[in-house]
């Protein structure tokens, strides 16, 4: 069997927290210098109440201004998270050619909200010894 951790880089873009304030929250950016693919990951635990709508959003200036992904560089969109749909992890691919990228979520009508994270996932290095740089 191959090894795939090695040729992979999981960026934390979106710490794992509780997400109740009814507002946006931004991720860290992340740079895809040195890399030719990446996938963002959200991973959400118990969903109490309210919509959480994610975004996977795209910089072309390492990250001084910010535009939500084109739905044409997605492999599929983001489902809004509810109760009904907690304890799920959705990855949804980047097809983009913008050098940072960031999770973000917002959510709505939230009392006591839920747990929600974000990972970006980092693959096909195009040099040896790149590293993922957190802008």
Excluded: C
Aim: proline fraction near 1%; glycine fraction near 10%; charged fraction near 15%.
């Amino acid at each position: 069997m191959l090894d795939l951790k090695s040729r992979l880089t999981a960026v934390v873009s979106l710490p794992g927290a509780v997400r109740s304030s009814d507002a946006e929250v931004n991720g860290a950016a992340v740079s895809l210098s040195g890399y030719n693919s990446a996938v963002a990951v959200v991973a959400t635990g118990t969903i109490t109440d309210g919509t959480h709508t994610v975004k996977l959003e795209e910089s072309d200036d390492a990250g001084s201004t910010w535009a939500d992904v084109a739905s044409a560089d997605l492999t599929q969109a983001f489902t809004s998270i509810v109760a009904a749909n907690d304890d799920e992890v959705q990855v949804v691919g980047y097809k983009g050619k913008a050098g940072t990228l960031r999770i973000t979520t917002t959510d709505a009508t939230s009392t006591s909200g839920g747990l929600i994270s974000g990972t970006i996932v980092l693959s096909d290095e195009q040099h040896a010894g790149g590293s993922p740089v957190i802008a």
